[in-house]
């Protein structure tokens, strides 16, 4: 019974920056590891993020680090995916997601809530 949006997606160049957003709903927010996976036409859906519960742990897949930073507010029910210097390959659908079991985060089969996506379209 988690209900999770993403917002925040949008064009923008190549060396851009966008803030994605997710908000969730009820009160066990903080009982879930959250992640960001993408997915771009055609594709299986790519791990991008993890944050543990309490923001303790974070890890990204190789291609983002350095680049992107995931946080959590659980006072406020959301989850954040900061992304600077931005690159065409970084065009996909991002989705938001939730995993009570606590190893494994980039598992996306494992995860038990999803948002409906937001697009990121970066232009060369």
């Known amino acids: 019974q988690v209900q999770l949006v993403e917002s925040g997606g949008g064009l923008v160049q190549t060396g851009g920056s966008l803030r994605l957003s997710c908000a969730a709903s009820?009160?066990?927010?903080?009982?879930?590891?959250m992640g960001w996976f993408r997915q771009a036409p055609g594709k299986g859906r790519e791990f991008v993020a993890a944050?543990?519960?309490?923001?303790?742990?974070?890890s990204y897949t190789d291609s983002v680090k350095g680049r992107f930073t995931i946080s959590r507010d659980n006072a406020k029910n959301t989850v954040s995916l900061q992304m600077n210097s931005l690159k065409p390959e970084d065009t996909a659908v991002y989705y938001c997601?939730?995993?009570?079991?606590?190893?494994?985060?980039?598992?996306?089969?494992?995860?038990?809530?999803w948002g409906q996506g937001t697009q990121v379209t970066v232009s060369s």
């Open positions: 997601a939730g995993k009570y079991v606590n190893r494994d985060l980039d598992r996306a089969h494992e995860y038990d809530y």
């Open positions: 009820g009160r066990t927010f903080s009982q879930y590891n």
């Open positions: 944050i543990s519960r309490f923001g303790g742990t974070t």
